[in-house]
């Protein structure tokens, strides 16, 4: 079965950092892009950042571009998001999403995982 | 303000047909990227529903369809169900800002 699972949320106050994983299953991960997508409560998704499949290629979306660093690990089927300097604004679900390609630009989501929740507060 | 425009919400009776317009400029869906549907039942993640503007995946009714014109993309759901109430999202790539891009969200509500 194709899985991606998230891990690694959890309550930080702002300023901090925390690492947030993805443990892929059921694929070649190494054939596919990645994809970091956010959606605070109540609010819409939010493409945050991609990686090609040898990581060569990498985009951040403006709002956390500098304080982010997406990375992956082919040999461990391994996707992460490195999160600096944290805002309240960047509390949300966390989703990590299979590109449907190699390289992330023109690409689409096809599978999902089911997300990890980071609170930022005092 | 999201990159690709949606209706915040849109409204159907049980058997009716209803479309989900996404709006976008030069420097995405007119430019040629593609445009992708997802749907978002409460309190699950998003699940594919249309990609490359008109393809469903496996295991999509036909009752959902996509169409793209110019720096426009549409989302038409047709025999509405009570089942399809969801939040539906559109997607796409923006080259200004290289990387993906997706609207603000539509809550679609069946009557």
């Known amino acids: 079965e194709v899985q991606l699972v998230e891990s690694g949320g959890g309550l930080v106050q702002p300023g901090r950092s925390l690492r947030l994983s993805c443990a892929a299953s059921?694929?070649?991960?190494?054939?596919?892009?990645m994809h970091w997508v956010r959606q605070a409560p109540g609010k819409g998704l939010e493409w945050v950042s991609g990686?090609?499949?040898?990581?060569?290629?990498?985009a951040y979306a403006d709002s956390v571009k500098g304080r982010f660093t997406i990375s992956r690990d082919n040999a461990k089927n391994s996707l992460y998001l490195q999160m600096n300097s944290l805002r309240a604004e960047d509390m949300a679900l966390y989703y990590c999403?299979?590109?449907?390609?190699?390289?992330?630009?023109?690409?689409?989501?096809?599978?999902w995982g089911k997300g990890t929740t980071v609170t930022v507060s005092s | 303000q999201s990159v690709l425009t949606q209706p915040p919400s849109v409204s159907g009776a049980p058997g009716q047909r209803v479309t989900i317009s996404c709006t976008g400029s030069?420097?995405?869906?007119?430019?040629?990227?593609?445009v992708h549907w997802y749907q978002q039942l409460p309190g699950t993640a998003p699940k594919l529903l249309i990609y490359?503007?008109?393809n469903r995946p496996s295991g999509v009714p036909d009752r959902f369809s996509g169409s793209k014109s110019g720096t426009s993309a549409s989302l038409a759901i047709t025999g509405l169900q009570a089942e399809d109430e969801a939040d539906y999202y559109c997607?796409?790539?923006?080259?200004?800002?290289?990387?993906?891009?997706f609207g603000g969200g539509t809550k679609l509500t069946v009557l």
């Open positions: 030069s420097s995405n869906i007119g430019a040629g990227f593609d």
């Open positions: 990686i090609s499949w040898n990581s060569v290629s990498i």
């Open positions: 059921g694929f070649t991960f190494d054939d596919f892009a």
């Open positions: 999403a299979r590109s449907n390609r190699p390289v992330y630009p023109d690409s689409y989501m096809d599978v």
């Open positions: 997607q796409s790539y923006d080259i200004s800002l290289s990387g993906g891009v």
């Open positions: 490359g503007n008109y």
